[in-house]
């Protein structure tokens, strides 16, 4: 999961080199916290959530294929 976060989000910002997933798994689910260069952030967030908002669609579609567990994507500022 984390390659298809990075292979979605690395071609949309501007400092690819410091776009980072990490994954936290809990009981009954997993938690991607992607971190990018602080001026990246509107990139990735996009005009109202829009582009984070494809983003988790495309995560979430993903992972319902391959996880039995909830799975959750957290943009860090």
Request: glycine share 6%.
């Amino acid at each position: 999961m984390k390659k298809l976060i990075l292979s979605i989000v690395k071609p949309i910002v501007d400092y690819p080199d410091e776009v980072r997933v990490r994954e936290v798994e809990e009981d009954q689910r997993i938690t991607y916290h992607l971190s990018v260069h602080e001026r990246d952030i509107g990139k990735v967030i996009g005009r109202h959530g829009r582009v984070a908002k494809a983003i988790r669609t495309v995560v979430y579609a993903a992972a319902g294929l391959k996880q039995h567990k909830k799975v959750y994507m957290e943009i860090d500022e």
